[in-house]
């Protein structure tokens, strides 16, 4: 059945017009007659948002007013830090009373030299001792209970001290030469080693042996020996004699292919220089004490440079 064409075009302008009525978003945004709903939801988003970061800051302010209050029960318990320091009485230097001539400063050194040796003889397995006053601790003649070594003919030394000198102090100066041959001169002189240190009698046969090592193992190997039975490896008086001795020990070991106890010695040396401050340019010394410990520290920086390229370490 076929309609009639003015009950046909009616028909479709109303589906047109009902298309035409369903707006659809463009580019994102809605269309105008859902924009007041979309509008107010987005406003009380925000206000949501708005009242939660007011809440916070409430809470912040309320922590921040409780800590005030707690500042300020503390300061009106107590004065405050500037009352306090008007009311602090001001302190007044110690008065220095005059200085009797001819009895104070003798009794002064007197009391002291007693504490000291006090605190030497009873604190001895208490506390270390400084290392300023090894030195001199050291200096003492020793109380071995073995026998002395027998020193060596005057004209072997004699000779072995100037090839000594004309090579191995020229290029390691470790001992104070001046000071080294009163020291040989005195111990031939009485002789014996009874009035001469323990560590500078061990220093001495290293030396000889040192210089034998162009002439005699032998002889070296001797020289060695009696130096080794002369120093106490137990001590707690150590000195820069002990460090020497270590070294020319170390020289001498590595010399005569015994690699290890070289650089065994050599690791004991520096350990010793270590103990007594060797590193460090602090303290009162003499000019030529401080020359000696500069030469003898680095004298050993150089020779831990060396020794491990020839023992393979």
Known sequence: ??????????????????????????????????????????LLFKANLWCRQVQDLEKQLAHARQQLSHLRSVTNDGDTAETLATNRPALQPPRSEPIQ???NKSRANADFAEVRSNLQRYGRDIFKQPSSHHQALSESPSSSPFSLPDL?????????????????????PILH???FMQTYEEAYREGSLKRVPRIRSA?????????????????????????????DIWTEEISLDHVRC????????????????????????????????????????????????????????????????????
């Open 177 to 179: 030469w001046p000071s």
């Open 203 to 231: 220093l001495l046969f290293l030396v000889l042996g040192c210089s034998n090592l162009v002439r005699s193992w032998r002889d070296c190997w001797k020289f060695l020996e009696i130096s080794k039975s002369l120093i």
């Open 101 to 103: 001539p001819g009895i």
């Open 1 to 42: 059945m076929t309609l009639p064409i003015h009950q046909v075009v009616p028909s479709a302008r109303a589906e047109t017009s009902n298309v035409s009525l369903q707006k659809r978003p463009i580019d994102g945004c809605l269309p105008s007659s859902q924009s007041p709903k979309g509008l107010h939801e987005d």
């Open 152 to 172: 060596p003919p005057k004209s072997v030394a004699d000779d072995l001290l100037r090839q000594y000198h004309v090579s191995f102090h020229l290029t390691l």
């Open 246 to 313: 270590a070294l020319l020990s170390s020289i001498v070991l590595v010399e005569m292919n015994l690699k290890s106890a070289g650089w065994t010695w050599l690791g004991c040396a520096i350990r010793i220089a270590q103990d007594i401050g060797l590193h460090r340019e602090a303290g009162k010394r003499s000019a030529v004490e401080d020359e000696m410990r500069r030469r003898v520290w680095w004298s050993l920086y150089s020779s831990d440079r060396l020794v491990p390229d020839d023992s393979n370490t």
